[in-house]
């Protein structure tokens, strides 16, 4: 299977994806409505009601298996990238289901139950294991970047923009920096462990094209310094 992406062009037009499938390859598509070129035989691709959970997780009723020898190009909306993954039989990441593009035929989903305190922050239940041999494919606003953790130097990152981390690595959600700094961000996780965690980095960009816009000072400064100041001054 071979996976061509191109790159995101100038003028707002999303990222192309382009995907080349050989004999006995096989790839499911949780997002089917990208799809929108095709070359190959009609009886290639075969539309299936997703289960109980896919349909909870993604909010979506189909998915498609597609299967080779064949051709097919997905669009993807401006600001959005994808993410090409090679599982191995030792991979122990933990992935936010709503990412999932694709997965290749090898590869089989594990769910993992959060802590309560942890579903009541991310607003997220349970995470998914990938495990097996094969590809998936990640959904990300902007550009994937990946750190190392140690066991005990802890790394920081916005909750919200966490794609995928070690099952073994230990987490705590909190704030850093002074009193003013921890008022004015996200819940971070507070991450040590082994291994390496992926994450998004362009979900915060809406806010920084807020902030770009011609706003007056005095209009700018109260949404900082007045608590909720960004929901109650518009």
């Excluded at 039989?89 to 942890?118: A, C, P, W």
Aim: glycine content about 8%.
């Amino acid at each position: 299977m071979h996976i061509h992406l191109n790159n995101t062009e100038a003028g707002g037009a999303g990222q192309v994806v382009t995907f080349s499938l050989i004999q006995d390859d096989r790839l499911h598509i949780l997002h089917p409505q990208q799809i929108v070129a095709f070359r190959g035989p009609s009886s290639s691709r075969n539309d299936k009601f997703m289960n109980i959970t896919g349909i909870y997780r993604k909010k979506k009723l189909i998915k498609s298996e597609i299967t080779g020898p064949c051709q097919f190009v997905a669009a993807l909306p401006p600001g959005f990238t994808m993410k090409e993954v090679e599982l191995s039989e030792n991979s122990d990441l933990l992935y936010d289901f709503r990412h999932l593009f694709f997965y290749s035929d090898g590869v089989t989903m594990h769910t993992k139950i959060q802590k309560i305190k942890n579903m009541l922050i991310t607003r997220d239940a349970v995470k998914m294991k990938f495990s097996g041999k094969g590809k998936i494919g990640l959904l990300t606003q902007g550009q994937v970047c990946q750190q190392e953790l140690h066991p005990t130097a802890p790394l920081y990152v916005d909750a919200g923009s966490i794609i995928a981390y070690p099952e073994n690595a230990q987490l705590e959600l909190t704030v850093y920096g002074n009193h003013l700094a921890s008022q004015h961000m996200n819940y971070h996780w507070k991450m040590t462990g082994h291994g390496s965690v992926l994450f998004q980095a362009g979900r915060e960009n809406h806010r920084l094209q807020q902030d770009m816009n011609d706003e007056g000072l005095f209009k700018r400064i109260l949404k900082e310094v007045i608590p909720f100041g960004n929901v109650l001054i518009k």
